[in-house]
Each structure stands twice: as C-alpha cells, then as structure tokens.
C-alpha cells in the first residue's frame, strides 16, 4: 500500500507580484500528524488555503493516495477527503451543535422547501460522536458550549464528510491545557483510524506532544522537514532559528539613540483570563514592542490600554498622573490611541472615502463654534496627513476599500495622526502588508517616536519587534516570559520565550 497519503510539489503561488509560496515541497503520511511551522508571512496558511480550496495554485502538482488531482475550489477539498478546521471555526451560535455539524447537509432530498428531520440528523450526530472519546451534549446552542466544544464541534463536522485529510488551523490558540488534552485526545484517535493530519501552530512544545514530523517553511520556501524524534528537533532553539533564518532583512529604520522622560507606565496591569502582572515604563520617543501568539494575551492588553476591554486591576500613568480609562474616546481625550490589527473591521468604514475615515478620528477639530463641519479644513488637514504617510490613491475622496492593504494601513494610521495623540498603540501594524509597504510604515513608526511620542508595537511578528522596537516583552499564555532592553537580548530568544515560554528542550 503507498505510504504517502498526500504530495504536494512544486507550490507556487504569487499575490500582487509577490511569490507567498516559492515551489514549496510538502508529503503527508497515513495516519500521520505532521506539524507545519513558521513564522508569519512564511506562507503556511496559503499552502493550506491552497489544499483546501480557497486558492488556486500558480503553479505545481497535488497527489492523493498517488493520483494526481485538482482542487479549484471548497468543494473539490471536500470531494477528495479533506477537511479544514480554521482557527475560529465558524458556526450558528443559536444552532444545536448536531445542527452545526450537519449544517448545509442537513437533508438528501432535492426541492426549494426539503424537509429536515431534525430527529434523524440529531441521531446522526449521536452516532458519530459515539466513535470517538468525548462527551458532549448536542442538543446545547453552540453558544453556551466551551472552546474545546466548539472545536470538537468543527472536528466532528469535518468527519461528518468522511474526510481521510484533516487540516487543524491554530486549534489550541484559545484552549487551556486541560482543554487542550480534550482534544489531544481525539487527534490520536484520528491518528489509530488511519486520518492523516496537518497541524499548523506557533506552540513548539505543542508538536513534541502530538505531531510525528515537522515541516518548517521560511519566505515560501521550504527549509527542513524532520522527525519529532531527531535530537535537532527536541532543541527548540534550534527550530526557533531554521524557523526565522540567520539574516535579518534591511527593512528597519535606524533606532535612536536617545529618549525623553519617562512619560507613560503600567504597574501590575491585568485582565483576567487575559494576561496578568503586566508592568513597564516609556519614555517619549521610545517604542516599547510587545511579542505573543494568538492566545497569549496580546491582543487584549492593546484594548485595555485603550479602554476598549475594562481591565481588572492595575494602574497606568501619564506624565505620573493615575488615568481611569473606559473607553476609546476617554483614551483618545487622554492623548491615547490604538492603531488595530482588525484594520478592515475595527480601523475603517469601507465604503467611505479615505477624507471621511481619517476625520472621523477627531471632528472637533474640523468643527466651527455650531459643531458644522468645515469640510474644506477638513480635506485640507487631510491632504496634507496623505502626503505625510505617501498615501498612494487617487484622491482622498477614494473609497477606503479600494485601497491596497498597506495604503488602508496608512489610512487607519492618519486617522491616529488626525487625534495628535502622545500615545500610539500599533496593533499588528504590517498585517496584510506587503515588504515595500512594510518598510514606508515602520519609518512613519519611527519618526512619531523621534517627534517625542511614546510608541506600543504589539506583534505576533517576532522579527518585526526585534528590528523595530528599543524594549521588549514577551507574553506567553497571559505572562510575561521576557522583558529587557532589544540590544540585550537575541532574536531567537524572543522567539523561543514566546513559542515555549523559555523552555529550550522537550
């Protein structure tokens, strides 16, 4: 019998003029759990999207069980046997978990109005859920079950296909250990049944404990593929460096070599179940980078600090004056402002010109003593913010979403500029953004800081907060696993203390 479930080789894939995945080499076993790891941008979940049908490959050939196939779209994955369950699964929350597990396939019969008997799918699901070593119950709206639920939830829907591929996007990014043994548990059930899984994660201690190989992907390029077994791969520093590469690229601004006073500080700051004990102190012209993965807690202390999530405890000063902030617009009144990582969701109106979204930051200010808008002040002041940032469009009455995704970025970057706040809170600021682009936001980032301003990177981007920032922290499950001036600490360090929490074997 071929040992080889799948085969991928020669991936090629280009966005926009930039290859995301450069002839990329890939094989799956049966009944194999095989890791994919890198670092972001290395183009791990294109080579999946491609598996499963979100994109088409440029360039390449895909082998099942040795025969040769093509997956054009969703639909062709599912026909072939393979599944992906994403990092947020999506489901009905209102809907039973059997009805999410059967959700588009909920009747065989053909009409406009079939007739779903919700007796035989519940029964259905009963069945199915009785083949593996959990317990649920299914008759729970998905929205009152836990995150491993919800996750076995999506596991099952996968199986519900009889799927023979089974692609984990992330899968314990919200879980905690003794969910994550949950579903540990079901992975090395699939495994006995002959399934063969790829496991995508930034945890390193997580691969020692499931995964039977790994496969490590750097700039859309292949760069090892090893046993779990191999002492190379039980050194996690090791990994940690085929994983970001010797060379750091030349895409950051010089850093300063002097700062102001001590002007923004957080002691003993928390959110629970979020992160906890998080203090630090930043000068003006500083930039203070704060490293962690999906689950770490990062993304929540940017929305704290911004007033956007209440924290639970803790104190944060400006100019040594104790702040209460519970909202973004008592940040914003206070000289604070979040630039997020959810730009299209959480910085920008789509549909709206680029003048509109960047004013909306601070209408005060374009506002004559009636509260009008003065709407040649307005594009004005926005004009010349465009030109600041080199805001490449048409005009600033284009449509914000026509926009690239690293000119959106400099649009959510001059709505920030527009509330001439002393605190900037960069939330995955490069996300989406191609290197040339990179390049243009992190020297604005930098100058902001050489204008006096105290500056928040918060990134699952190592490399970007080693090259960017002059102190770092390092989150690992809501702790910080590293906090000290950049020149003093190593790249892979940060990376090791983020992926493991410093633990530098199995």
Known sequence: METTKLRMQGIQKEFAGIKAL???????????????????????????????GVYKKDAGLI????????????QDAINNGIATVYQDPQMIPSFTGYENIYLGTETEKKGLFPRINKRKIRKKAEALLERFPVNIDLTQPVSELSAVEKEIIAVLRALSKEMTVLILDEPTSILTETETEV?????????????????ITHRLEEIYQIADRLTILRN??????????????????????LMIGKKLDKIYPEKSASVGNEFFTADNFALEGSFQNISFKLHRGEILGIFGLVGSGVEELGKSLFGVIPKT??????????????SASEAIHNGIFLVPGDRRHEGQINDEPIYFNVSLSNLKRISDATGLIQHKKEKRFVQELA???????????????????????????????????????????????????????YHLIRKLAEQGKAIIIISSDCEEVFGMCDQAMVLYKGRVTLQKSVHECRLEEMLLCGVTGGKTSE
Request: aromatic content about 4%; cysteine-free; overall charge negative.
């Open 22 to 52: 450069d002839g990329v080499n890939f094989e799956l076993q049966h009944g194999e759990v095989h890791a994919l790891l890198g670092i972001n941008g290395a183009g791990k979940s294109t080579l999946i999207k491609i598996l499963s």
């Open 313 to 326: 405890s803790g104190i944060i000063r400006m100019n040594g004056e104790e702040l209460s902030i519970n």
């Open 183 to 199: 579903l540990f548990r079901l992975i090395h059930v699939l495994k006995e049944r002959n399934v063969a899984i790829i496991y």
């Open 387 to 441: 030109d600041q940032v080199q805001l490449a469009a048409r005009s600033i009455s284009q449509e914000v979403s026509l926009l690239s995704g690293g000119n959106q970025q400099k649009v959510v970057i001059s709505k920030g500029l527009f509330t001439e706040s002393q605190v900037y809170i960069f939330a995955e600021p490069t996300v989406g953004v191609d290197v040339g682009a990179k390049t243009g936001i």
């Open 220 to 241: 859309g390029n292949n760069v090892a593929t090893l046993s779990t077994n191999d002492d190379e791969t039980k050194n996690h520093l090791a990994v940690a460096e």
């Open 63 to 74: 082998q099942l069980d040795g025969k040769s196939i093509e997956i054009n779209n969703p």
